[in-house]
């Protein structure tokens, strides 16, 4: 046995085990049920033992499942909706509670609203087949797509659609351009993600998209 080989792959089984840890972190309070059911498949980590001849076979084993659950976790993290859905528009509303602009009383707001210009491209915030893309009453020209592990996102008030339903669309996709269609005050767009017809704060996942970003995901 070469202890600077046995160290080396130690090594990369530590980077690993805490690359894991770091997107298992990360992706917590997005998708809970999802971050649960990862970590009970992907049962690394541990103390190191002292290097012996022994158990030299153990820790390339160990080095070998860390890798392989990094990359089922990379691959699950990867198609929850995390990207923006558009580029360089500022968000001009933020979910929850908030002064309808037409009934002018408090009402909730269940998603985001980005600011931007006119026909700004609207792209997809992860993999996913579209549902629907077509006019849905306040909402105007939306597109909805579904997504891995039950998330579903809206993208409303669009000045065209650009997808059709059936279409299998990759993160970065783009799906249609900003309009002001529907219930809407002027060109932005509205957009939502949704787990099992109920809402969640889309600032959390653009939150926890820009940390997975940052480790190179």
Same mark, same amino acid.
């Given at each position: 046995?070469?202890?600077?080989?046995?160290?080396? #792959?130690?090594?990369?089984?530590?980077?690993?085990?805490?690359? #894991?840890?770091?997107?298992?972190?990360?992706?917590?309070?997005?998708?809970?049920?999802?971050?649960?059911?990862?970590?009970?498949?992907?049962?690394?980590? /541990?103390?190191?033992?002292?290097?012996?001849?022994?158990?030299?076979?153990?820790?390339?084993?160990?080095?070998?499942?860390?890798?392989?659950?990094?990359?089922?976790?990379?691959?699950?993290?990867?198609?929850?909706?995390?990207?923006?859905?558009?580029?360089?528009?500022?968000?001009?509303?933020?979910? /929850?509670?908030?002064?309808?602009?037409?009934?002018?009383?408090?009402?909730?707001?269940?998603?985001?609203?980005?600011?931007?210009?006119?026909?700004?491209?609207?792209?997809?915030?992860?993999?996913?087949?579209?549902?629907?893309?077509?006019?849905?009453?306040?909402?105007?020209?939306? &597109?909805?797509?579904?997504?891995?592990?039950?998330? &579903?996102?809206?993208?409303?008030?669009?000045?065209?659609?650009?997808?059709?339903?059936?279409?299998? &669309?990759?993160? /970065?996709?783009?799906?249609?351009?900003?309009?002001?269609? /529907?219930?809407?005050?002027?060109?932005?767009?509205?957009?939502? #993600?949704?787990?099992?017809?109920?809402?969640?704060?889309?600032?959390?996942?653009?939150?926890?998209?820009?940390?997975?970003?940052?480790?190179?995901?």
């Amino acid at each position: 046995m070469d202890v600077e080989s046995t160290a080396a #792959i130690d090594a990369i089984t530590v980077a690993t085990e805490g690359r #894991i840890d770091d997107i298992l972190d990360i992706t917590r309070k997005i998708a809970p049920s999802v971050n649960t059911a990862l970590r009970k498949k992907t049962s690394v980590g /541990g103390p190191f033992l002292p290097i012996t001849d022994e158990n030299f076979p153990q820790r390339i084993e160990r080095a070998s499942n860390a890798l392989n659950a990094l990359r089922r976790i990379k691959f699950t993290a990867l198609r929850l909706p995390v990207k923006r859905p558009i580029k360089n528009g500022s968000v001009s509303s933020s979910y /929850g509670p908030r002064v309808d602009p037409f009934l002018g009383r408090l009402a909730m707001h269940t998603g985001t609203d980005f600011k931007a210009p006119y026909g700004a491209r609207v792209y997809s915030t992860a993999p996913g087949t579209i549902l629907s893309a077509k006019w849905q009453g306040g909402y105007g020209k939306m &597109v909805e797509i579904r997504h891995a592990n039950g998330f &579903v996102t809206r993208y409303a008030h669009l000045s065209r659609i650009r997808v059709s339903v059936g279409d299998h &669309v990759l993160a /970065g996709d783009l799906i249609g351009n900003v309009g002001s269609t /529907g219930r809407s005050t002027g060109p932005h767009l509205h957009y939502e #993600i949704r787990r099992n017809e109920k809402p969640s704060n889309p600032a959390s996942f653009l939150a926890a998209g820009e940390k997975l970003a940052a480790l190179s995901l």
